[in-house]
Antibody
Framework: QVHLVESGGGVVQPGRSLRLSCGASGFIFSDIGMHWVRQAPGKGLEWVAVVSMDGKVQYYGDSVEGRFTISRDNSKNTVYLQMNSLRVEDTAVYYC??????????????WGQGTLVTVSS | DIQMTQSPSTLSASVGDRVTITCRASQTINTWLAWYQQRPGKAPKLLIYEASSLESGVPSRFSGSGSGTYFTLTINSLQPDDFATYFCQQYNSYSTWTFGQGTKVEIK
């Protein structure tokens, strides 16, 4: 059974940093690309970042490019999101999501329960 | 970037109704489209992938169709569990993913 468990959320001041973690189990972690997707309160879903199965390739959404870094440790079955220079508009529930291979981009077959990040002074 | 536009934003319906949600892409995405259901306070759940393929375990009253730039999600005989928000997502390239803004299905 696939499980994704996010942690590391909390309240942080604008301009500060935070690191999120997502622990995975129930599948061969090193075979699958992993994503972070966020949802601001009462809003829709926004893709944030992806890391390839070997960790060598990353892509980012425009709103976080240059401030956030996605990485993974396949020995720990964990994907990370390092968030620097946080802004009020980064306030959201952050979900990690597992890819399933299909077509050029892949979709998400499992999501974690999410972790809330609140950026406020 | 590819933009995804869903309509309507909110849909009021009754148990037993047939409802249809539309998703349009700003450029062609072939059939690289997924639909997710999100209940309040919960993570999204995969319903449909590749525009019309039903995810294992998802009730057959859910169906998807479309290709190119126009897609629909239909729920036949709406059940109480189906009152939720639905999102479409395009996955036409491995460098950017975009979602529709969501459609909330609420009880009339």
């Amino acid at each position: 059974q696939v499980h994704l468990v996010e942690s590391g959320g909390g309240v942080v001041q604008p301009g500060r940093s935070l690191r999120l973690s997502c622990g995975a189990s129930g599948f061969i972690f090193s075979d699958i690309g992993m994503h972070w997707v966020r949802q601001a309160p009462g809003k829709g879903l926004e893709w944030v970042a992806v890391v390839s199965m070997d960790g060598k390739v990353q892509y980012y959404g425009d709103s976080v490019e240059g401030r956030f870094t996605i990485s993974r440790d396949n020995s720990k079955n964990t994907v990370y999101l390092q968030m620097n220079s946080l802004r009020v508009e980064d306030t959201a529930v952050y979900y990690c999501a597992k890819e399933r291979y299909n077509g050029p981009g892949n979709y998400y077959d499992y999501w974690g329960q999410g972790t809330l990040v609140t950026v406020s002074s | 970037d590819i933009q995804m536009t869903q309509s309507p934003s909110t849909l009021s319906a009754s148990v037993g109704d047939r409802v249809t949600i539309t998703c349009r892409a700003s450029q062609t995405i072939n059939t690289w489209l997924a639909w997710y259901q999100q209940r309040p306070g919960k993570a999204p759940k995969l319903l449909i992938y590749e525009a019309s393929s039903l995810e294992s375990g998802v009730p057959s009253r859910f169906s998807g169709s479309g290709s190119g730039t126009y897609f629909t999600l239909t729920i036949n005989s709406l059940q109480p569990d189906d009152f939720a928000t639905y999102f479409c997502q395009q996955y036409n390239s491995y460098s950017t993913w975009t979602f529709g803004q969501g459609t909330k299905v609420e009880i009339k």
